[in-house]
């Protein structure tokens, strides 16, 4: 089965730290999502199957489509693929954009899991990143989703941000986990270039204190119940990302919108423009504009490693084909003898205390 995703750029504001393609040219959304509409119809034959499994919405901010712009979305996405195995429908929100009018909206299209991005309980924190709700709004919203019917609601946050303390971070995840969420996506701060926060990287917090917060992400989700499925994903029994989860097992998947990423689950990625009107004018005339690039066998192997020591499970060593094997298992020694890497019969993962670093133990065992 397939999976949709599903790019809406538009923003109020744009947050500090994000580099992702987003705008705030919002007379242009109509036009917009007649493209996607525009889209979905062009490239309906993309995908190896008609069967969809998931579908996302992401940006950017999805919530800043009307109720109607959704429903012209979801009207298209079921003229030409088959939903009856549709297993998750995520939408992305600010919580600012949440009520309960929208909600009931929702909840007339196949969305049935919403994931917000709170980023911070805290009001300073939140001023810094530039995010354009506060705490009490953020709390409010939860509490609206469950009311409103949905009970599958995930939010994001932010640690590591710029002169964070511990305690500031524990009264985060204290807050987040006193709420009927069923899971969680926790990320340490990436000072991109081109960004606001940039700026501030000075004020990175240190490696030592980094690690530290994570431990304490890791020990707080694991006293609630929650169990980390991926370094950056918690989740209650049940309720892990299930689309999210297709990325990291190489499934395939078709990305609509502009700058959407795609991927055929074996060797080829394309990617559209990452410019609204380049992108508006490329539909419209029937030219859609894109890049493509065709991965080498060492490609895939490297791209392996990576998204699947980022999981619980890790490496399938039954994916791991001809030299590959051998390869993996002769690079894996040094960390298989020190403890950060577990070798089982079927898989190869990283011990939870090393997923932190698990960025240089993937290193090591690419080619």
């Not at 490239?43 to 996302?56: M, S, V």
């Not at 409010?140 to 949905?150: D, M, N, P, Y």
């Not at 069923?182 to 701060?189: N, V």
């Given at each position: 089965?397939?999976?949709?995703?599903?790019?809406?750029?538009?923003c109020q504001c744009r947050c500090a730290y994000c580099d992702f393609f987003s705008t705030t040219q919002h007379q242009l959304k109509d036009?917009?999502?007649?493209?996607?509409?525009?889209?979905?119809a062009m490239r309906k034959d993309q995908l190896p199957t008609p069967f969809i499994e998931t579908i996302y919405l992401g940006g950017g901010?999805?919530?800043?489509?009307?109720?109607?712009?959704?429903?012209?979305?979801?009207?298209?996405?079921?003229?030409?693929?088959?939903?009856?195995?549709?297993?998750?429908?995520?939408?992305?929100?600010?919580?600012?954009?949440?009520?309960?009018?929208?909600?009931?909206?929702?909840?007339?299209?196949?969305?049935?899991?919403?994931?917000?991005?709170?980023?911070?309980?805290?009001?300073?924190?939140?001023?810094?990143?530039?995010?354009?709700?506060?705490?009490?709004?953020?709390?409010?919203?939860?509490?609206?989703?469950?009311?409103?019917?949905?009970?599958?609601?995930?939010?994001?946050?932010?640690?590591?941000?710029?002169?964070?303390?511990?305690?500031?971070?524990?009264?985060?995840?204290?807050?987040?986990?006193?709420?009927?969420?069923?899971?969680?996506?926790?990320?340490?701060?990436?000072?991109?270039?081109?960004?606001?926060?940039?700026?501030?990287?000075?004020?990175?917090?240190?490696?030592?204190?980094?690690?530290?917060?994570?431990?304490?992400?890791?020990?707080?989700?694991?006293?609630?119940?929650?169990?980390?499925?991926?370094?950056?994903?918690?989740?209650?029994?049940?309720?892990?990302?299930?689309?999210?989860?297709?990325?990291?097992?190489?499934?395939?998947?078709?990305?609509?919108?502009?700058?959407?990423?795609?991927?055929?689950?074996?060797?080829?990625?394309?990617?559209?423009?990452?410019?609204?009107?380049?992108?508006?004018?490329?539909?419209?005339?029937?030219?859609?504009?894109?890049?493509?690039?065709?991965?080498?066998?060492?490609?895939?192997?490297?791209?392996?490693?990576?998204?699947?020591?980022?999981?619980?499970?890790?490496?399938?060593?039954?994916?791991?084909?001809?030299?590959?094997?051998?390869?993996?298992?002769?690079?894996?020694?040094?960390?298989?003898?020190?403890?950060?890497?577990?070798?089982?019969?079927?898989?190869?993962?990283?011990?939870?205390?090393?997923?932190?670093?698990?960025?240089?133990?993937?290193?090591?065992?690419?080619?």
């Amino acid at each position: 089965m397939g999976s949709l995703y599903i790019h809406i750029p538009f923003c109020q504001c744009r947050c500090a730290y994000c580099d992702f393609f987003s705008t705030t040219q919002h007379q242009l959304k109509d036009a917009y999502v007649q493209a996607v509409c525009a889209e979905l119809a062009m490239r309906k034959d993309q995908l190896p199957t008609p069967f969809i499994e998931t579908i996302y919405l992401g940006g950017g901010t999805p919530s800043t489509l009307s109720i109607a712009q959704l429903e012209q979305i979801f009207e298209q996405i079921a003229k030409h693929y088959n939903l009856s195995t549709l297993r998750e429908c995520t939408i992305e929100c600010n919580p600012d954009d949440i009520t309960p009018q929208y909600l009931s909206g929702i909840k007339q299209t196949p969305i049935n899991r919403i994931s917000m991005g709170v980023q911070s309980f805290n009001d300073a924190e939140l001023k810094l990143i530039n995010r354009r709700h506060n705490a009490t709004q953020a709390i409010k919203a939860v509490e609206l989703i469950t009311q409103g019917g949905i009970e599958n609601c995930t939010i994001d946050l932010i640690y590591g941000l710029p002169n964070q303390t511990m305690k500031t971070w524990q009264n985060n995840l204290q807050t987040a986990l006193s709420l009927p969420i069923k899971h969680l996506s926790a990320y340490h701060l990436t000072y991109e270039e081109g960004t606001a926060m940039y700026k501030l990287k000075d004020m990175a917090v240190s490696e030592e204190i980094s690690c530290l917060f994570f431990d304490t992400l890791l020990s707080t989700t694991t006293q609630k119940g929650m169990h980390a499925y991926e370094i950056s994903n918690f989740a209650y029994p049940g309720y892990q990302s299930q689309h999210n989860s297709r990325y990291w097992q190489q499934k395939p998947y078709l990305g609509i919108g502009a700058g959407a990423h795609s991927y055929n689950g074996f060797n080829k990625r394309s990617w559209n423009i990452a410019d609204l009107t380049q992108y508006l004018n490329g539909i419209n005339q029937n030219s859609r504009k894109f890049e493509v690039e065709y991965l080498t066998d060492n490609d895939v192997y490297n791209e392996l490693v990576m998204t699947s020591l980022r999981t619980k499970e890790g490496v399938a060593l039954s994916k791991l084909k001809g030299k590959y094997l051998p390869y993996f298992l002769k690079q894996a020694q040094k960390h298989l003898k020190n403890g950060t890497l577990i070798l089982t019969d079927t898989h190869c993962c990283c011990t939870p205390k090393s997923w932190f670093i698990s960025d240089g133990i993937i290193c090591d065992l690419m080619v």
